[in-house]
T-cell receptor, first 115, second 113 residues
Framework: EAGVAQSPRYKIIEKRQSVAFWCNPI?????LYWYQQILGQGPKLLIQ????????DSQLPKDRFSAERLKGVDSTLKIQPAKLEDSAVYLC?????????????FGQGTRLTVV | GNSVTQMEGPVTLSEEAFLTINCTYT??????LFWYVQYPGEGLQLLLK?????DKGSNKGFEATYRKETTSFHLEKGSVQVSDSAVYFC????????????FGKGTLLTVNP
């Protein structure tokens, strides 16, 4: 079974530039998550989709971050404009459903460096 | 709100040593508890989980018991191997339809031959 695919693996940009990350979840998984993992910290949920609807985006900095999941499959996360503090690994995960006993499968992540 | 506190790392052990990584939590209701592992260059993988009090999760020789009285979920392994070198994250899900995992900061484990 193919896992969660993310691209690119690495990205270096200057502050105030824009950047986009792509995620392809496991086939058939209705729920998709984007997490931000800052160095030395655990992952923090940015946004959760159920099919193509947003379930939770309470921790998404909406003035600069946006995400979409068109057709309920692939998803993109965008940052515009980027700040130095956005340097982190951005993890995408998917699961069959949203229940607490359901396992979430994570991609390898995109490491963003803002200089 | 929910929170997870993990033992500060890094932890360095010799092969075949006993491992304990402490994890305590604060949550409302009856959370499910997880240990995730992140090997170098790879994504997070679920290592084990426990969904109710007194449950013991186990996988690959690792174990953790859900202790509601002490709000703890300590990870243990009797004999570590070099291949266990990774970052370990304790996490909780507080229930409901929103699968919002709350993670600890992670503990880096290095096992030397």
């Amino acid at each position: 079974e193919a896992g969660v695919a993310q691209s690119p693996r690495y990205k270096i940009i200057e502050k105030r530039q824009s950047v986009a990350f792509w995620c392809n979840p496991i086939s058939g998984h209705a729920t998709l998550y984007w997490y931000q993992q800052i160095l030395g910290q655990g992952p923090k949920l940015l946004i959760q989709f159920q099919n193509n609807g947003v379930v939770d985006d309470s921790q998404l900095p909406k003035d600069r971050f946006s995400a979409e999941r068109l057709k309920g499959v692939d998803s993109t996360l965008k940052i515009q404009p980027a700040k130095l503090e956005d340097s982190a690994v951005y993890l995408c995960a998917s699961s069959e459903s949203t229940g607490g006993k359901t396992e979430a499968f994570f991609g390898q992540g995109t490491r963003l460096t803002v200089v | 709100g929910n929170s997870v506190t993990q033992m500060e790392g890094p932890v360095t052990l010799s092969e075949e040593a006993f491992l304990t990584i402490n994890c305590t939590y604060t949550a409302t209701g009856y959370p499910s508890l997880f240990w995730y592992v992140q090997y170098p260059g790879e994504g997070l993988q679920l290592l084990l989980k426990a969904t109710k009090a007194d449950d013991k999760g186990s996988n690959k020789g690792f174990e953790a018991t859900y202790r509601k009285e002490t709000t703890s979920f300590h990870l243990e392994k009797g004999s570590v191997q070099v291949s266990d070198s990774a970052v370990y994250f304790c996490a909780l899900h507080s229930g409901g339809s929103n699968y919002k995992l709350t993670f600890g900061k992670g503990t880096l484990l290095t096992v030397n031959p």
